[in-house]
């Protein structure tokens, strides 16, 4: 994993310098990432967290295991970046759940912010998403793929 940029070191203090105990929130960091495997997507994502359209996403726990990866927890905290790394927010996860693909409901799939916001949507898109990580995992997507189902909340920068 390659040294964090001064951008995102400041970024992380300034957050951190809101916070009534910012020692506890720095041990609660979890991971800084971007979302999706587009730049465009990425990019748009990153917004659509910012302005709080998009609360919530997914991943198949498949992928976890692959990279030996954490669950992902409430009250963790990960910094949301635009496809070239620069830090875009803060977010606090604030629910996850383990689920199946086909029990992903209606609010999930609004929750998530994109396109049409619907459960259509989401289960056509997500689908087209999730098999393409199972071909590259070697595993075969089926509707009782399980999820990591998480919503989050941004705390930094503070919306109006």
Known sequence: MPEPSKEYQQFWQNFLGTQPDPEFVNERFYESFHFSSTQELANELAG??????KTATS???????AENKPLVLP??????????????????????RIKPFKDIDAEFAYDYGEEART???????????????????NKTPSPDMLLICERFKVVYPERN
């Open 48 to 53: 659509l967290v910012l302005d709080g359209t």
């Open 59 to 65: 991943a198949l726990i498949w992928e976890n295991e």
């Open 75 to 96: 009250g963790l905290y990960s910094i949301v970046t635009d496809w070239e790394g620069h830090p875009v927010c803060v977010i606090e996860t604030t629910e996850v």
């Open 119 to 137: 459960l259509e949507w989401w289960k056509e898109a997500m689908w087209e998403s999730y098999s393409q990580v199972c071909a590259e995992l």
